[in-house]
C-alpha cells in the first residue's frame, strides 16, 4: 500500500509541475505579444534545452510554439506548424 501511495503522490507532482511549466510558458510568450488561447501543453524538450535554458514545445488553441526561456531576457519564440 506504502507503494501506491508514494506512486499517487508523485503522479500528482508532475501534473502539477506539468500546470506550473504550462502556465509559465504561455504567459511568457504572450507578454512578449504572441497570441495563445486556452493553452493546452507544453512539453520541455530535452534534446534542445542546455543548462539554465530549458526548451519547450507549446501548444494553444490558435497556434504552436518552440519556445526557449531565457534568464532575465525574452524568450526565444518560433511558430511550428
Known amino acids: ?3 501506491l501511495s508514494a506512486l499517487a ?3 500528482m507532482a508532475m501534473a502539477q509541475e506539468e500546470k506550473v511549466e504550462l502556465s509559465v510558458v ?4 504572450r507578454s512578449q505579444g504572441y497570441t495563445c488561447t486556452k ?8 534534446t534542445e534545452s542546455v543548462p539554465g535554458k530549458p526548451v ?3 501548444v494553444c488553441d490558435d ?3 518552440l519556445v526557449r526561456l531565457v534568464p532575465k ?3 526565444e519564440v518560433m511558430k511550428t506548424e
Open 1 to 3: 500500500m506504502c507503494s
Open 63 to 65: 497556434g504552436a510554439y
Open 56 to 58: 519547450y514545445h507549446l
Open 73 to 75: 531576457q525574452a524568450a
Open 26 to 29: 504561455a504567459g511568457q510568450i
Open 9 to 11: 503522490a508523485s503522479t
Open 39 to 46: 493553452p493546452k501543453s507544453a512539453e520541455r524538450d530535452e
